[in-house]
């Protein structure tokens, strides 16, 4: 059975396309075949009256197609309703095929289309689509809002309706703002907001409609990037800077002296102030020189600095303070920047993820299991499913992890997700007063329970234990000093000792730096005969995985068999039902070779020591990922054209195999995890990504349950 569900906003202002984004994403974590269908495209509200200037808001339906506004309202003109709809169920007929659940974006109710709600009443019951309505309080108290909801639910049949299911509440606890008004004050949240009383709202009680959601207001899932606020304003760029990445989440319109502007300057707020304001221009790029990381500077009145100006302000400008002019005076340029919509960008990935995620965690888990009741035909791990399933097993593991690498930006800022996240308690290496200075100067909140470590304090601890270990290598007190110099070998030494549960590194530090310790303490497990390695390749569909593709140059048969069994146990821990398919240049005994019989009789040893397993070689790529070719060169193979783990024959291989498709089809991996250690440590790439960092960590959390 298909669910289909639309999603209709009580009034502007609901945020339907991010709770359509977070269903979206909740439902791919469950592992659904989940589309997004909008069968009527409306124009962004980031509209410049003058200039007719447009923002390109996020499109979820990628593969649909819609009918326009204009189209719509031409054929509702000339009494063609039903045309409409005929042609609205057309397209969704042709987009349902093969998804277990549709979720269809209603229209959204302004001044210029008062008739919204018919409109998404006709197409709701044309589709025979179920109703969530999704609605922000405003500025109503809990008994108005439920009012307003039951007025609503008017349109649709009334609360009583069997296809009007229930009710996301979105943006709780949002501050007072306009009607399009962007970035309220921070000082105007709500201390005292209880959430108690939204869910104890009689409107949930005894009937079928139900409260789906309640997601909280955050004022960093509608910053915007300093590039948006450009784009919208088509303002002149004076200094480009950081702006494609740069947020703001306030706004302070200046034309106060310097002693009483100080105050406002703060990380991630976006200035506003006359082009002539010279002191206030100085005093703004001495802030950001000084480490506050501001959103950004605008100049009104057209004016702009003279060169003298400009060269005092050099430094501040090449460390990446955007710097915008406009025409308008301050007056006018407020108005202009508070009618700008925060609807997300296609362009900005970072923030969709962060929505999508957020909303995600808030829906209503007993309503998303109902989702996945008939939808277990399928075993195949997308990649939502599988972070989500990592975020899941972390969180049930609660390790500490401990990161060498403590003064990198990109790792306090993983640290500080995990903590607020519970995907780990983490603990940083390195200089505590360098560490919060860097977290202050990047607007980083830092949790309570994320620990940091200085070096200097805790380094003679591990001298003696770090030489009884190794004294059979002829380790001295001298040169054990020395070497945990390198806060990875002490990190090292304090996984050794029990003190952490794991260890992520390589942000900084190369692979060989923070193996090579891991190899000499930590050593390989019991039951292990070698380290290798795996990378979860995230295809659009699935997770494969790779082994090995880090450590093992030149395995032999035996090795390569071991290394079969162990990525198969890691892809099983991580709920991949793992098919093994061993890879050669040849598929069965088509080809001969030294090459070729290693992989068959690494194959032969792995299924005698595993026969638990399903693991098939000598297999080439095509024949071990495609059905087609599976069906002609290995017709009767368990593995063929659907495997999920694929051990390569030696590090040649391998490494090139992954780097080739990660590159060529734009994947992301995450990797390379550890395997055969006797306690989880794992690597980065040195061009690891915040989130790289934090699912690595999660990995290794899991592990860490995994080798106790």
Same mark, same amino acid.
């Given at each position: ?51 007719? #200037? ?10 649909? +197609? ?29 987009? #349902? ?276 009741? #008939? ?107 020395? %070497? ?7 990190? +090292? ?26 190899? %000499? ?37 035996? %090795? ?92 040649? +291989?391998?490494? +090139? ?21 006797? #306690? ?29």
């Amino acid at each position: 059975m298909q669910h289909k569900i639309m999603l209709i906003p009580v009034g502007a202002g609901a945020g339907l396309t991010s709770v359509s984004l977070g269903l979206l994403h909740a439902c791919q974590q469950k592992g659904i075949r989940v589309g997004h269908f909008k069968p009527i495209s409306q124009p962004s509200r980031n509209s410049m009256a003058k200039k007719n #200037k447009t923002i390109d808001a996020i499109s979820l339906s990628q593969n649909s +197609t819609s009918v326009s506004l204009s189209y719509v309202e031409e054929k509702m003109g000339d009494g063609q309703h039903s045309a409409v709809l005929e042609e609205i169920v057309a397209n969704f007929n042709d987009f #349902k095929k093969n998804l277990d659940v549709v979720v269809i974006e209603g229209l959204v109710p302004t001044p210029r289309q008062p008739y919204a709600g018919r409109i998404n009443r006709d197409v709701a019951q044309a589709l025979s689509a179920d109703i969530v309505l999704v609605a922000s309080p405003g500025n109503d108290t809990a008994e108005e809002f439920e009012d307003r909801i039951e007025v609503s639910a008017e349109t649709y049949g009334g609360i009583n309706n069997k296809h009007l299911i229930g009710c996301v509440i979105n943006k709780l606890n949002c501050p007072d703002q306009d009607e399009y008004g962007i970035l309220p004050k921070e000082e105007e949240i709500q201390s005292d907001f209880n959430l108690n009383d939204w869910l104890s709202l009689d409107i949930f009680k005894g009937r079928k409609f139900d409260l789906l959601g309640t997601v909280m207001w955050e004022i960093d899932l509608i910053a915007p990037r300093v590039c948006d606020i450009s784009n919208y304003l088509d303002a002149k760029v004076l200094n480009e800077g950081e702006m494609a990445h740069r947020r703001f989440r306030s706004v302070a319109f200046c034309a106060r002296t310097v002693s009483n502007l100080v105050s406002y300057l703060v990380p991630g707020r976006l200035i506003v102030t006359p082009g002539d304001r010279t002191d206030i221009i100085i005093a703004t790029c001495l802030s950001a020189l000084n480490g506050t990381k501001l959103g950004g500077l605008i100049l009104t009145n057209g004016f702009e600095p003279s060169e003298q100006v400009w060269e005092l302000c050099k430094q501040a400008l090449d460390a990446g303070l955007p710097v915008l002019s406009v025409p308008w005076d301050t007056w006018q340029t407020s108005r202009h920047i508070m009618s700008f919509n925060p609807e997300i960008p296609q362009d900005d990935i970072q923030r969709q993820e962060k929505v999508k995620q957020h909303v995600a965690d808030n829906l209503n888990s007993a309503w998303l299991e109902k989702l996945t009741a #008939k939808n277990n035909s399928y075993n195949l791990l997308s990649p939502p499913a599988f972070r989500h399933k990592l975020t899941e097993l972390s969180r049930k593991a609660n390790k500490l992890i401990v990161l060498p690498e403590g003064t990198d930006i990109r790792t306090i800022k993983a640290a500080a997700i995990c903590c607020e996240r519970k995907i780990a308690r983490c603990l940083l290496i390195g200089n505590k007063e360098e560490i919060l200075q860097i977290a202050e100067h990047q607007g980083i909140h830092l949790p309570d329970s994320l620990l940091i470590a200085d070096p200097e304090d805790i380094r003679d601890n591990y001298v003696a234990p770090m030489v009884e270990l190794r004294k059979n290598k002829g380790l001295t007190d001298v040169v054990a000093q020395e %070497q945990l110099k390198d806060n990875v070998v002490l990190g +090292t030494m304090m996984l050794q000792m029990d003190e952490v549960d794991g260890l992520v590194s390589g942000a900084v530090n190369t692979t060989a730096n923070t193996i090579r310790p891991a190899l %000499q303490l930590i050593k390989t497990a019991p039951d292990s005969s070698l380290v290798s390695s795996i990378f979860f390749m995230l295809l659009p569909d699935q997770v494969l995985v790779y082994g090995d593709c880090a450590i093992n140059p030149e395995p032999n048969a035996e %090795q390569l068999a071991d290394i079969a069994i162990q990525s198969a146990d890691s892809a099983k821990a991580f709920d991949i039902e793992p098919r093994v398919a061993m890879i050669s240049y040849s598929t069965g005994s088509s080809g001969l070779g030294a090459n070729v019989e290693k992989v068959a009789e690494a194959t032969r040893l792995a299924k005698a020591k595993r026969p638990d397993l399903i693991i098939d070689g000598p297999l080439q790529y095509d024949a071990a990922i495609m059905e087609n070719v599976a069906k002609k060169k290995a017709p009767n193979s368990p593995v063929a054209g659907r495997a999920t783990v694929f051990v390569f024959p030696d590090l040649n +291989t391998g490494n +090139t195999t992954y780097k080739a498709v990660q590159r060529s089809a734009d994947l992301v991996s995450i990797g390379p995890m550890l395997q055969g250690m006797n #306690k989880p440590v794992n690597d980065l790439s040195r061009g690891a990504l915040v989130d790289d960092i934090v699912y690595t960590i999660a990995l290794t959390a899991i592990q860490a349950t995994m080798s106790r």
